[in-house]
């Protein structure tokens, strides 16, 4: 038994030098309660209006500082049609869920993010300083810990 586990795990092992898996990349939905729930590539996000943001905030080792482009999430929202929900007050009333690869979730809501309102401009990045990302990060300036600035966001869910 065990000369077979040996020699499977050898032939795996030779398959996966022979053919590497091509990095695949990243993949962001947005999902819950907007017209139309939309799946972005990384190409996608870069053919839509680019924004940029610098941020600083506190870190256990220290201040960080970076600047940022991606795309508003405001401007996602409305790329998917924006909120379904015809109630008064709408724009302001929705968490949204932010959720990474690890399960790490942020939470903010729709008042916080509106330009009617909030106006905070989270950012949906893909690139730091100046340099592509691996992942797509969700970057809120003004963080004073960045707490809510995470990488490896898959799912955005306007609840």
Same mark, same amino acid.
């Given at each position: 038994?065990?000369?077979?586990?040996?020699?499977?795990a050898?032939?795996?092992?030779?398959?996966?030098?022979?053919a590497?898996?091509?990095? %695949?990349?990243p993949?962001?939905?947005?999902?819950?309660k +907007?017209? /139309?729930? %939309?799946?972005?590539?990384?190409?996608?996000? *870069?053919k839509?209006?680019? %924004?940029h943001?610098?941020? /600083?905030? %506190?870190?256990? *080792?220290?201040? $960080?500082?970076?600047?940022?482009? #991606?795309?508003?999430?405001?401007?996602?929202?409305? =790329?998917?049609?924006?909120?379904?929900?015809?109630?008064?007050?709408?724009? +302001?009333?929705?968490?949204?869920?932010?959720?990474?690869?690890?399960?790490?979730?942020? +939470?903010?809501? /729709?008042?916080?993010?509106?330009p009617?309102? #909030? =106006? *905070? &401009?989270?950012?949906?990045?893909?690139?730091?300083?100046? *340099?592509?990302?691996? &992942?797509?990060?969700? $970057?809120?300036? #003004?963080?004073?810990?960045? #707490?809510?600035?995470?990488?490896?966001?898959?799912?955005?869910?306007?609840?």
């Open positions: 038994m065990t000369i077979l586990l040996r020699a499977a050898a032939i795996i092992a030779a398959a996966l030098l022979i590497p898996a091509e990095a %695949q990349s993949t962001l939905s947005l999902e819950g +907007v017209k /139309t729930p %939309q799946h972005w590539s990384l190409d996608d996000l *870069k839509m209006p680019a %924004q943001a610098d941020v /600083t905030y %506190q870190t256990e *080792k220290g201040p $960080v500082t970076a600047s940022f482009t #991606g795309v508003l999430l405001w401007s996602l929202i409305e =790329a998917a049609g924006g909120i379904d929900d015809p109630a008064k007050g709408a724009a +302001v009333r929705h968490p949204i869920r932010i959720t990474a690869t690890d399960g790490y979730v942020v +939470v903010t809501s /729709t008042g916080e993010i509106s009617d309102f #909030g =106006a *905070k &401009d989270t950012l949906v990045a893909y690139e730091r300083d100046g *340099k592509p990302l691996t &992942d797509f990060r969700i $970057v809120m300036p #003004g963080d004073k810990h960045g #707490g809510r600035n995470i990488h490896d966001i898959v799912t955005i869910s306007v609840e």
